[in-house]
């Protein structure tokens, strides 16, 4: 269980990135973060990392306050991230080298991701021959080869178009399914939210602060279909509803 506690965020410059967060994310929970461009959600994502420090207040992962970043932990970047004179296998396996994991076993490792993300035959291949769809494949792949608990997830597929988005997200939730783990995922997409999720937490915007939590009860496991029903156009636009309202109160101070 992942505990933000209090938590806030002023840079050296003065700007409040956070502002008093306070979120319970429960084990094996899909959690999106969702607002304005510059409420603070990749600064939120970076502290439960800790690859950031709070201003104020903690993290607590399974009773444990978060200092540093750790194994139980990994990281997905919308910018893929890769070593680009690297190969997908060695890409993949790199996370595994750092923890001193044996070749021979980091490899089979590697290969059994690799494998998951629907990249087999594309081990011996670069970064720079890999589309951008199957480089975030790479990242994923990487990112569980290590078999963290929590996946953080910083708009992972926000630089792809629709059509491989889609089918990336629909990749994710199928392998969720599979192996079960907490996710903390960040996005501007209210579509993408809800389809993912189990909960949508809703900020505000500069400084964020939570405004909402949305559960979304849609039953698993999730098709394409889902996009379709009432439910879900219900929820998606409820979240915009929550987000155009919090964006003009900001500007007119109301």
């Not at 997409?189 to 915007?205: G, H, K, N, Q, T």
């Amino acid at each position: 269980m992942i505990e933000v506690q209090n938590v806030s965020k002023v840079y050296s410059d003065g700007t409040r990135a956070v502002d008093n967060v306070n979120l319970v994310i429960r084990d094996n929970e899909f959690v999106s973060l969702i607002g304005p461009s510059g409420c603070g959600k990749t600064t939120l994502l970076k502290i439960i990392d800790g690859l950031l420090s709070p201003s104020a207040g903690q993290i607590v992962i399974n009773g444990y306050p978060v200092a540093d970043p750790g194994p139980d932990r990994g990281v997905v970047f919308q910018d893929f991230a890769l070593m680009p004179w690297a190969t997908v296998l060695e890409n993949v396996a790199f996370g595994l080298e750092m923890r001193r994991v044996p070749r021979a076993e980091r490899l089979h490792r590697a290969r059994e991701q690799i494998r998951a993300v629907g990249l087999d035959g594309f081990a011996d291949r670069l970064p720079k021959q890999l589309s951008g769809g199957m480089q975030q494949r790479v990242g994923l792949a990487r990112a569980l080869a290590v078999d963290p608990d929590t996946l953080l997830m910083d708009e992972p597929f926000g630089a792809l178009d629709a059509q491989t988005r889609h089918l990336l997200q629909e990749d994710l939730v199928e392998l969720l399914e599979n192996r079960p783990k907490t996710v903390v995922f960040v996005t501007h997409d209210m579509d993408e939210a809800v389809y993912l999720s189990d909960r949508v937490v809703i900020m505000s915007p500069h400084p964020g602060r939570v405004v909402e939590e949305l559960d979304v009860d849609i039953e698993r496991p999730r098709g394409s279909g889902v996009r379709k029903s009432r439910e879900f156009v219900n929820l998606t636009d409820y979240v915009w509803t929550r987000l155009r309202d919090a964006v003009r109160t900001q500007e007119t101070g109301a």
